[in-house]
């Protein structure tokens, strides 16, 4: 267990980096240290899956992240000392602890148990049931795939979204390029 | 130097870039076939395939990977695949309900052709994935190129 520990103290500690470097790509490449972390975490939980999504889609967003912010110069100001900022953060912080303190005193069950009758039914019945070996493919494409039809549904309209809004600026771009050029 | 090496990066990763593009265009198909056999599948390998035209992307310049892959072909493949998910559900109706199984006693467990209409689902949502995660980044291109133009 002492790896998990030492990945999450690098976790938290580029998560820190990155919100407080000034240079905005170092900031980029300490939220990549954070995903390819949580990646390995996955790993070690013996969740090869999602580990492979995350690390996939880790790349991707740190690509688009870098070409969205390399060659900008976007300004950071410094901005100034915020005591009521600053208090309330602390104030829920400490009312997370107290909650947290009060929710697990009596201690936490061990991890990935009490196992429903729900979960425990997949692994049991995945591969007659369905014929794929890969019991999470088995959960999101058959038994579940109601919600592999929202997730879609989310891509789909997040896609559109990026189309559309960053079309129309790219439209006005073009027509005042050609207007410069007249 | 000859027009090709103009945009881009230097030769070094030019040539890097062609010899490895194949392999992972190749590892996201494997990927999304094997699905239902091993960890990965449609979602995954889909964003593998959009990384390997991204690697082009970045490696030659923006307007490579725009011709084997403009963006209008993206919008149509990104719709292609969510219509093929949603008549793989309907089909599923006529058998017992929305996304039945009804393709499963074919094959047995553990073939590559086997688990029914898992691999189809999976194809489908990789032609989702990949085809608009590579449209979001076409787009984000093309604003910056106008930016670029701008200054």
């Known amino acids: 267990m002492i790896e998990l520990y030492v990945l999450l103290g690098l976790m938290i500690a580029g998560a820190i980096i990155a919100v407080e470097v000034k240079n905005l790509l170092s900031a980029v490449v300490a939220v990549g240290i954070v995903g390819l972390g949580l990646s390995i975490i996955f790993l070690l939980l013996k969740a090869p899956d999602v580990a492979l999504t995350q690390i996939v889609v880790e790349i991707v967003a740190v690509i688009l992240l870098i070409r969205a912010t390399l060659h900008r110069d976007i300004a950071l100001k410094s901005c100034g000392s915020r005591p009521f900022g600053a208090l309330m953060g602390i104030l829920f912080l400490g009312l997370a602890v107290v909650a947290a303190i009060v929710t697990f005193s009596s201690g936490l069950s061990p991890f990935g148990e009490p196992l429903m009758t729900v979960s425990r039914f997949y692994p049991m019945n995945a591969i007659s049931g369905t014929g794929a070996t890969n019991v999470v493919s088995s959960v999101i494409l058959d038994y579940r795939a109601y919600d592999t039809l929202g997730e879609a549904t989310v891509l789909f309209t997040a896609v559109i979204g990026v189309l559309t809004v960053m079309r129309s600026v790219g439209k006005k771009k073009e027509e005042d390029l050609q207007e410069n050029n007249e | ?151």
Not at chain 2, 31 to 36: E, N, P
Request: glycine fraction near 14%; proline fraction near 3%.
């Open chain 2, 1 to 151: 130097m000859s027009k090709e090496h103009e945009h881009g990066m230097t030769v070094i990763v030019k040539t890097v870039t062609r010899l490895t593009v194949g392999l992972i265009f190749l590892y996201g198909i494997y990927i999304i076939l094997h699905g239902h056999l091993t960890p990965g599948g449609g979602f995954a390998g889909g964003v593998i395939i959009a990384l390997s035209f991204m690697n082009l992307d970045l490696a030659f310049g923006g307007s490579v990977s725009a011709k084997i892959f403009s963006k209008g072909s993206t919008a149509v493949v990104e719709a292609l695949g969510a219509v093929m998910f949603l008549v793989l559900a309907l089909f599923g109706l006529r058998y017992g309900g929305f996304f039945d199984n009804f393709l499963h006693p074919d094959g047995d467990p553990g073939q590559l052709i086997s688990a029914g209409i898992i691999p189809l689902e999976n194809i489908a949502i990789s032609l989702k994935v990949g085809a608009g995660l590579f449209g979001i980044f076409l787009t984000l291109i093309v604003l910056q190129k106008f930016e670029s133009e701008k200054k």
